[in-house]
T-cell receptor
């Protein structure tokens, strides 16, 4: 069995400040983990993925995430938020031969 | 052209009507999925198919059926639409075990 919990439904930051979106997962096997972004009225775009290689994963648009097995976490960070980062973000887990399981999403709000 | 194409993009239908949502892909992937997105609930899996002869129920398959007409085509049907099936529907494809999913642009379905 697998599950994923996004700890915040909404996160508000000011432009230029750091972003932290938190994700914890549960998995019976070594997981693959993904972060997707969804801009308003758009489909889902892959930001980054972890598949058992380096634990610090760099993605597009300056985002990165660190896989911490001991904490079962895969938090998404960015040093400096931009207005264009305002969107909904989904943490996703896949373990073994199972399908993808999505978190409920975190809405990132960026103010000027 | 998009790699994963969903038709229609928007649809309003009446309660009790049968409706089909279509998905086609040009990525050559063997695995195809249908998800439903509701605000605050993330994406939930309706049905998935690992090849033309393999169809599997997801966590919320009741009230839905699917057809995998070819490797590139995967359709979702609502046999008798009801208002709580109003949602944003996404088709996705994957190829392999540790790979990410690629999503269509979504179909916004409203049942009145």
């Amino acid at each position: 069995a697998q599950s994923v919990t996004q700890l915040d439904s909404h996160v508000s930051v000011s432009e230029g400040t750091p972003v932290l979106l938190r994700c914890n997962y549960s998995s019976s096997y070594s997981p693959s983990l993904f972060w997707y972004v969804q801009h308003p009225n758009k489909g889902l775009q892959l930001l980054l993925k972890y598949t058992s290689a380096a634990t610090l994963v760099k993605g597009i648009n300056g985002f990165e995430a660190e896989f911490k097995k001991s904490e079962t976490s895969f938090h998404l960070t960015k040093p400096s938020a931009h207005m264009s980062d305002a969107a909904e973000y989904f943490c996703v887990v896949r373990a073994g031969y199972s399908t993808l399981t999505f978190g409920k999403g975190t809405m990132l709000l960026v103010s000027p | 052209d998009a790699d994963v194409t969903q038709t229609p993009r928007n649809r309003i239908t009446k309660t009790g009507k049968r409706i089909m949502l279509e998905c086609s892909q040009t990525k050559g992937h063997d695995r195809m999925y249908w998800y439903r997105q509701d605000p605050g609930l993330g994406l939930r899996l309706i049905y998935y198919s690992f090849d033309v002869k393999d169809i599997n129920k997801g966590e919320i398959s009741d009230g839905y059926s699917v057809s995998r007409q070819a490797q590139a085509k995967f359709s979702l049907s609502l046999e008798s639409a009801i208002p709580n099936q109003t949602a944003l529907y996404f088709c996705a494809t994957r190829n392999g075990v540790n790979t990410e999913a690629f999503f269509g642009q979504g179909t916004r379905l409203t049942v009145v």
